[in-house]
């Protein structure tokens, strides 16, 4: 009979005294993703994080709705918004210590503005004027990334280096749930697991890689079950409860601190917006699924518990409220001014010192500059 | 099942981009073993909507939303070739190619070579490329040289609406790999081309000459390909007031490489500019002025003058019309061939 033939059996038995490495029970996920508000457990989180996470939610869902209306005013070239994730974006910006770093992807600029990064650098890269607005160690948030997952070997290789130096920095990495797929970030989590790095997974799932559905992403039980097969937790947690992202991510991030190793987290949310303003998700998902999810809004879901526990009175929800609109407000006036720029720039941090073919090129742009400008100049 | 985009059969304008839909659809029409694969290229049609409708009249076993994976998507389908079929992949923009560089470097370039003949790689690779068009970090690059500089596989780039159709039919029948380049910025590009009765483009690996010159004056040639054939053209139209009688040749395939149609125009001239977007440095260019000036040494009154983009990673938007030669830099670089009075070591650029 062959290993195939033998009832229920799909490999060799095993040699002897073979012995699986890790106990896989305790790294699987829970079957429901985790939910804090709402539940009797809400009772017990600090009254100064729901308010902070509070008024971080409205701040970032004003955030997006500006960014959003600037893509249609000319002033921003495309915004991948996160309306309807801003509970994952709050609690991944608020969750690390100054030293820790956070490596986001093109839709997590509201997680980099909540970490402390200004409103209009976060943009710059979707306005057009820099790649990276920013230098990357003031906040310690790396360039926003645009290429798939391509990140979070950097968070892997920052985190395990930090670690080699003594110092007890965690890096925290965010990728989308189509961003699984690609073999970075199968290479990221075996590594981080190899290492026992101190890194932190956030996966937001939010149902859709542009038009292609979760189903035709994954045959996996749940994304947070990829964890299992490198060695590491996974966790599943209730994307749109900013309580339960901020306690999930918490703990991973104490573990990982304390030498713990990775986690991987799977936050189950919802992209309300099309990909970009450039995308029609009417082509690709009916309204009422859309529908579906906005009546399990993040800020509602909060409001309400903390109602609840009296924690937010119609006062405390207008100073969060006028919070947002001055954020909004500032946006506003700084996008609508014209980014000054200057096409020599070009030729600068292409390299340390610059190559005589680029101080050549750069003489010719100057020359071509001049040119247009003394035309320009005629013409007056 | 065979029923014409089109009901009225005059010709009419279409833009590159429907005309490359129209090449994948009658290809797949024409042969059940083309299949198309990438992301987004199912129900949303792809990002651009070149695949728009392919899998509402073909079945999404034809035209299929992979996982979000290039190295996968391109690996698969070396194993879909090995087992008969022919994959049209798409990626979805020039920079998101890269994952699967190992696949195709290591793999699809290759398999010919080293089964002796005997599993040969029908894979064509739709890569939108180039800038022009103000997308984001990673939306612009222009990737050509990488491919170039890879033996067994075949680099194409349509310049025109019904080269789009004709060499991507040519791409998809072909036994080798293609790289088949699409420059974004003439998606939308329109031209009076008939779905119906499509122009007949000779097979891959023939340029051919645009605006031939009148023979009087000043000649030179203009050496180009993909998005900058257009640049070319506007400047030799510009340069006819200056005296000067230009030919552009447009190459439409890197690989293989049409030397002859290239120095018959450069014999004929003079004089050459080899003009492209992509760096200068390490550029297809290069590769272009030597074998030029390797073969037509004797014709040259003048050194072969390469206008290329700058030597610095793709610029965001706002400054990327300084990075990409346009017509004026295409015309200093053809004032400079009069070569006896103006070359001095100090205007070299
Ligand atoms: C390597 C790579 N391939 C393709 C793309 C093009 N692209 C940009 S966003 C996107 C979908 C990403 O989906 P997901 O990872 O779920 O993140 P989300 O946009 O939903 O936040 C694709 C295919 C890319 N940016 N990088």
Not at chain 1, 9 to 27: C, F, H, I, N, S
Not at chain 1, 99 to 114: C, E, G, H, K, Q
């Amino acid at each position: 009979m062959t290993v195939l033939e033998q009832p229920g059996a799909y490999r060799p038995t095993p040699p002897p005294g073979w012995q699986p490495r890790v106990d896989a029970a305790p790294l699987l996920p829970d079957a429901e993703p985790y939910r804090l508000l709402g539940t009797a457990a809400a009772a017990d989180i600090s009254p100064d994080l729901l308010i902070r996470l509070h008024r971080e939610l409205v701040r970032g869902r004003r955030y997006n709705t500006q960014a959003t209306a600037l893509t249609r005013q000319g002033r921003l070239a495309v915004y991948p918004s996160s309306t309807g994730q801003e509970a994952c974006q709050v609690a991944a910006g608020l969750v690390l210590e100054d030293r820790d770093w956070l490596f986001p992807s093109y839709r997590d600029t509201l997680a980099a503005v909540v970490r402390g990064l200004d409103p209009v650098d976060a943009l710059t890269l979707l306005r057009g004027d820099w790649h990276s607005g920013y230098d990357p160690h003031t906040h310690r948030v790396a360039p926003l990334c645009t290429p798939l997952a391509t990140q979070l070997p950097h968070a892997v290789g920052l985190a395990h280096a930090a670690r080699l130096k003594g110092d007890d920095v965690v890096a925290l990495a965010l990728v989308g749930d189509g961003g699984t797929s690609e073999g970075d970030f199968h290479e990221a989590l075996n590594f981080a697991a190899v290492w026992h790095a101190p890194v932190v997974f956030l996966v937001q799932n939010n149902g859709f890689a542009i038009s292609v559905p979760l189903a035709k992403q994954t045959a996996a039980p749940s994304l947070a079950h990829k964890a299992v097969g490198y060695g590491m937790p996974g966790r599943l947690v209730d994307g749109n409860d900013a309580a339960a992202v901020h306690e999930v991510l918490a703990e991973a991030v104490r573990r990982a601190r304390a030498g713990g190793g990775p986690t991987l987290v799977e936050a189950v949310t919802y992209r309300i917006e099309a990909h970009t303003n450039a995308d029609d998700a009417t082509r690709y998902r009916p309204d009422s699924e859309v529908e579906a999810w906005r009546a399990h809004d993040p800020i509602a879901l909060l409001e309400e518990a903390m109602r609840d526990r009296h924690l937010l009175d119609d006062e405390g929800d207008r100073a969060a409220r006028e919070s947002a609109e001055r954020l909004a407000a500032d946006l506003r006036t700084r996008m609508h001014q014209d980014p000054v720029l200057d096409p020599m720039a070009l030729f600068e941090h292409v390299y340390a010192d610059r190559t005589s073919q680029l101080r050549e090129q750069a003489a010719q742009l100057r020359a071509e500059l001049d040119a247009e400008a003394a035309d320009a100049g005629k013409g007056e | 099942m065979t029923t014409a985009v089109g009901t009225d059969t005059a010709r009419k304008p279409a833009t590159m981009a429907q005309a490359l839909g129209r090449a994948l659809r009658d290809a797949m029409a024409a042969d059940p073993s083309v299949h198309v694969l990438g992301e987004d290229v199912g129900t949303l049609g792809g990002v651009f909507r070149i695949t728009d409708g392919l899998a509402e009249e073909f079945g999404e076993d034809r035209c299929t939303d992979t996982p979000l994976a290039e190295a996968g998507i391109l690996g698969t389908a070396v194993g879909m070739a090995m087992y008969g079929l022919r994959p049209v992949v798409e990626m979805q923009f020039d920079a998101f190619a890269y994952p699967s560089f190992e696949q195709l470097i290591s793999h699809v370039s290759r398999m010919r070579n080293r089964t002796r003949g005997a599993m040969p790689m029908p894979i064509t690779v739709r890569v939108p490329y180039g800038g022009g068009i103000g997308g984001v970090e990673h939306h612009s690059d222009s990737s050509e040289i990488y491919y170039m500089a890879t033996p067994g596989l075949q680099v194409v780039a349509p310049a025109t609406v019904a080269d789009a159709y004709g060499l991507l039919r040519a791409a998809i029948a072909s036994d080798d790999p293609v790289i088949f380049l699409e420059p974004k910025r003439l998606y939308w590009s329109k031209a009076d081309w008939s779905a119906d009765a499509p122009e007949q483009v000779p097979p891959i690996g023939r340029a051919v000459v645009r605006g031939p010159g009148s023979g009087g004056g000043r000649s030179a040639t203009l050496i180009s390909y993909g998005p900058s054939v257009p640049v070319c053209l506007e400047a030799a139209e510009a340069a006819r007031a200056e005296g000067w009688d230009l030919e552009v040749v447009d190459l439409r395939s890197l690989v293989p490489f049409d030397d002859e149609t290239v120095c018959a125009s450069v014999r004929r001239t003079g004089r050459a500019v080899v003009v492209h977007e992509s760096t200068g440095f390490g550029g297809p260019g290069g590769e272009i002025a030597a074998r030029v000036t390797e073969r037509c040494f004797h014709h040259l009154e003048a050194p072969v003058l390469r206008v290329a983009g700058f030597d610095i990673p793709y610029p965001p938007p706002m400054l990327e019309r300084h990075h990409l030669p346009g017509v004026d830099r295409v015309l200093d670089a053809v004032a400079r061939l009069q070569w006896e009075s103006e070359w001095t070591e100090g205007s070299a650029v």
